[in-house]
């Protein structure tokens, strides 16, 4: 392999997902594998097949229907967790095994065990699943909190062992350029046999540093970032991908190293993980976020009129934005809606497009200029037809003199039902409504209204994430009505948490395993 070239590992599915709130359906997980297969990200990491039988499911069959990326499970370092993993992974053409222990003194401490009996853990675990595929990945976990003394030794004895790829992950978000660099140049340069495997740099953001720490630890040596689609990942997140990719392809020139990810591919897997997370990504995020590529002042304006060089390091066609945003009207016909929602990085079946071709129609009857976020939006709507709950007719009551009210009309599993609810404020009362409608104990835990574009015609995109026994649902919809889309997203989460209950036992899915336990 080239010295320069960089693996991109893409761990959007499993650090990303395991990030509270951010679950993913079976087939959001599929959808999202294969767009990062297809834009050419080298690993995926696609679960941790011990902690659910959703991702024991999920991670055997993106192992199935990967067509170019290797494809890695999580395994915490014991053998139960490893053959686990490998039972999900060893249907992919290129599979992985991705086993790791905290070794630093808290987790030491937490797991009660001394460095000579970790020591032999990591021996034992790397021989186990060495036994089962040449491929395997070793991480040190809270490896820039570990001693240096024991980390280099966890690090040689996985190598001993046979590990190919050696993670030092910056669990905390607690490492600085430099000494992220550093780490990895010192344990190539003084562990036995490290020049022979890959050395990976996984980064949290928590001040901030993921990337520019991943983008020093390839200068020190690594070669493989893990990353996710967006940054998503648990507290503030992982090193995101696109940040490392375009500033590896925009610094070629300081930073000599290549990946071979489709960067025109990025705004639309951006969107989509937004979409299927629910985790909208922040106006002013670099690359993907809304503002990225947006030039408001005067200077500005003028400044790129006359050379987009002045104020732009990379071109929006780059990432994948397209430069045209004013798309359909009401006389758009199907196949042109067919056509720029593939734009977009919608691939649809002749059904579905039936029904996104209604929804669109009754969107470009109420809104003037349908642009690309507002299809994208539409897309986000999720109801499904297996539905539980179906919303068939809400009207609100407002004024300055509360309580306002919500008259609703929901079909629960084949019957109508209609009640009257109050509460504080529109959405207040609406939520009572469906919780009159359908009795549960499910928590809020987010409600989130954005619009979509300008204009007092505007959809509003609404996300709701609720909780129940430790099971996370998010619901969203968008609409120029913002309680109809309130409702709607509401429904949808509960919908969604419902099936929840019924696919498993409280507990049961990835938040129920501590991947700090080593088991
Ligand atoms: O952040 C971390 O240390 C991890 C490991 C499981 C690699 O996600
Ligand atoms: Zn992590």
Redesign the pocket.
């Known amino acids: 392999m080239d010295k320069n070239r960089v693996l991109i590992f893409d761990?959007t599915l499993?650090?990303g997902e395991q990030s509270p709130g951010a679950t993913m359906t079976h087939e959001e997980k599929l959808e999202i594998a294969e767009m990062l297969d297809e834009m050419g990200v080298d690993i995926i990491e696609a679960g941790f097949p011990i902690a659910s039988e959703g991702d024991f499911r999920a991670v055997t069959e993106i192992s199935k229907r990967a067509k170019n990326a290797v494809i890695c499970g999580?395994s915490r370092a014991n053998f139960k967790d490893i053959d686990r993993c490998w039972e999900a992974v060893k249907h992919s053409r290129q599979p992985r095994i991705?086993t790791?222990i905290?070794t630093s003194p808290l987790h030491r401490d937490m797991h009660d065990l001394t460095q000579d009996q970790m020591a032999t853990r990591v021996h034992d675990c790397v021989t186990h699943a060495r036994n089962l595929t040449d491929n395997v990945q070793w991480?040190s976990?809270?490896a820039t909190r570990t001693e240096w003394e024991f980390l280099k030794r966890t690090v040689d004895i996985a190598i001993k062992a046979g590990a190919t790829t050696i993670?030092i992950?910056?669990?905390v978000g607690y490492t600085a350029p430099a000494e992220s660099a550093d780490l990895i140049r010192r344990l190539i340069a003084e562990v036995d046999g490290a020049q022979d495997v890959i050395f990976a740099t996984?980064c949290?953001n928590d001040l901030g540093l993921a990337t520019a720490n991943s983008l020093a630890a390839v200068d020190g040596g690594a070669r493989q970032i893990?990353c996710t689609i967006n940054g998503l990942g648990e507290r503030a997140g992982?090193t995101a991908l696109e940040e490392v990719v375009m500033a590896m392809k925009v610094r070629h020139d300081i930073m000599p190293y290549s990946t071979v990810v489709d960067s025109t591919k990025i705004m639309n897997i951006s969107r989509r993980v937004a979409a299927v997370s629910g985790f909208n990504v922040q106006f002013n995020k670099a690359i993907v976020g809304k503002n990225a590529f947006a030039h408001e002042s005067g200077i500005h304006q003028d400044g790129m009129l006359k050379n987009r060089e002045t104020f732009e390091v990379m071109r929006p066609e780059d990432v994948g934005l397209s430069e045209t945003n004013l798309v359909m009207g009401k006389h758009s016909g199907r196949a042109a809606l067919r056509s720029k929602l593939e734009d977009l990085g919608f691939e649809l079946g002749d059904n579905e497009l039936m029904d996104v071709f209604v929804r669109f129609k009754e969107l470009a009857d109420r809104k003037k200029e349908v642009y690309d976020d507002d299809l994208i939006a539409l897309m986000r709507t999720n109801d499904g037809d297996e539905d539980h709950l179906k919303l068939t007719a809400l009207k609100v009551v407002c004024g300055t003199d509360g309580p306002q009210s919500a008259e609703m009309t929901v079909v629960v599993d084949g019957a109508e039902k209609s009640v009257t609810a109050t509460g504080d404020g529109p959405v207040d009362a609406t939520f009572n409504a469906v919780k009159q409608l359908y009795s549960h104990d499910a928590r809020l835990q987010l409600y989130q209204v954005s619009a979509v574009t300008e204009g007092t015609d505007a959809q509003a995109t609404v996300s709701v994430r609720l909780e129940e026994e430790g099971r996370i649902a998010t619901g969203q919809s968008a609409d120029t009505d913002t309680v109809v889309a309130s409702a709607r997203a509401y429904i949808n989460a509960l919908n969604r948490l419902i099936v929840r209950r019924t696919k498993s036992a409280p507990g049961a899915d990835v938040k129920g395993v501590d991947?700090k336990d080593a088991g």
Do not use: I, K, V
Request: charge should be negative; proline fraction near 5%; glycine fraction near 6%.
């Open positions: 761990t499993r650090d999580l991705h790791f905290g991480s976990m809270d993670n992950p910056d669990t996984h949290h893990e992982n991947y």
